[in-house]
């Protein structure tokens, strides 16, 4: 079989793109960063919607490596971080096709070091609209199986409490607060045990993902993935960096 037919439910997304940088777009992990002041746009290819694996906000590096600082930067803040990056990543660009928004302090709440030029950093992955969603209520077992010859890539996953998408565990949630609750390296941990992978098990349980919620509060566990040719991704490359880990992407 030919290489264009290997990978027919991933072309078809977009048939006039170019086979290459589409796949290149579906299955490597890509970061952008922007300086404060700037705007931070992230366009995925058509019928394909942004992932956010990780954000940061603040400054890390000294502003002669990075964002050079518009003023004194003498009395700058290089132990600065944001603990809301990430989830306004997810607010502005989960889930659509491109995102775009104002890179300032005001955007991400509380400023963390005022006076301090910064930056943000986002990893993201563009998810194929063929993408498949399973989920598990907490105790159960994750079972994810691609057919011979093909491997798991991992788009998005989620532990805790949702408010978008359909609740299926949620009919024992019968009483509490109506509020989400994510545990926040659930993609983290389900991307390294299963991406790249023939098949994987998690369980969805304390142990792994420990406890977002409220004591009682039942929780589930909802993966989007993709089954591609194992062929595809090894000509594709592997992935070089951890995109969890997004000190790999602060020095400059």
């Not at 132990?79 to 997810?90: F, G, M, P, Q, R």
């Not at 977002?212 to 993935?225: D, I, T």
Request: glycine content about 6%; charged content about 20%.
């Amino acid at each position: 079989a030919t290489t264009a037919a290997l990978v027919s439910p991933l072309a078809q997304c977009h048939p006039s793109f170019p086979l290459a940088g589409y796949l290149r777009k579906v299955l490597k992990n890509h970061t952008a960063h922007t300086c404060d002041g700037e705007q931070l746009l992230i366009v995925c290819p058509r019928k394909t919607t942004i992932s956010i694996l990780g954000a940061f906000y603040g400054r890390r590096v000294p502003s002669t490596n990075l964002c050079p600082s518009p003023g004194n930067a003498s009395q700058e803040d290089t132990e600065c971080t944001s603990t809301t990056a990430h989830l306004k990543l997810l607010a502005e660009c989960q889930d659509q096709q491109w995102c775009q928004f104002s890179v300032h302090s005001q955007v991400f709440g509380p400023d963390p070091c005022p006076g301090t030029h910064k930056y943000l950093i986002a990893s993201y992955k563009c998810r194929p609209g063929n993408h498949r969603i399973k989920t598990v209520c907490e105790n159960d077992k994750l079972r994810l199986q691609c057919r011979p010859r093909s491997i798991l890539a991992i788009y998005s996953a989620n532990y805790g409490r949702f408010l978008r998408g359909k609740p299926e565990c949620d009919a024992l949630n019968t009483e509490g607060p109506h509020i989400e609750c994510l545990a926040p390296d659930a993609l983290r941990r389900v991307f390294k045990k299963c991406h790249r992978k023939g098949n994987c098990t998690v369980a969805a349980d304390k142990a792994t993902f420990g406890d977002p919620c409220l004591p009682g509060m039942k929780k589930q566990l909802r993966v989007s993935y993709t089954c591609v040719p194992r062929q595809l991704l090894e000509e594709v490359g592997p992935d070089t960096s951890d995109p969890f880990l997004l000190s790999d992407y602060m020095h400059g």
